[in-house]
């Protein structure tokens, strides 16, 4: 009898050891590939019916938030935009909110696992992201 009490210890204090070193494996790793994801990425944005071309660049603020930047090349004018509140939805999947003179929505993306691309949808405040957002290195 005490052997199987002692050996149901051991497995319990084993199995919770396992679950404690996944869980910081995976906020280790979420992390890391943030740091990873951030930098500037030639972009193809749907604008007006038409994908343009433009650049987008996620990064860290001294507070350790996540922000970033884009611009739209319109027919040879550049139109710039702001990205803020961004957040990590999951693994390789961030959530930004994007601000331009067109106005304010959400954009969704999901980065390539070597980061070399991302893809992503955006659309208008209360709407589902539909509208291609795309990046490259």
Known sequence: MKSSRLFFSSLVASFSLTIVCSLNASAQSSSDWVDQALGNYQSRILSAGSLVSGTTEFRKTREDSL???Y?????????FGTLS???????L???CVWN??????????????NFSSFNGYWG?????PVFRWSGSR
Not at 124 to 128: A, D, H, L, N, V
């Open 124 to 128: 208008e405040i209360g709407s589902e």
């Open 85 to 91: 509140q961004c957040q990590v939805m999951q693994v």
């Open 93 to 95: 999947v961030m959530r």
């Open 100 to 113: 331009d003179k067109y106005g304010t929505g959400n954009l969704e993306v999901t980065f390539s696992e």
């Open 67 to 69: 922000e970033g930047s």
């Open 71 to 79: 611009t739209m090349d319109e027919q040879g004018k550049v139109v």
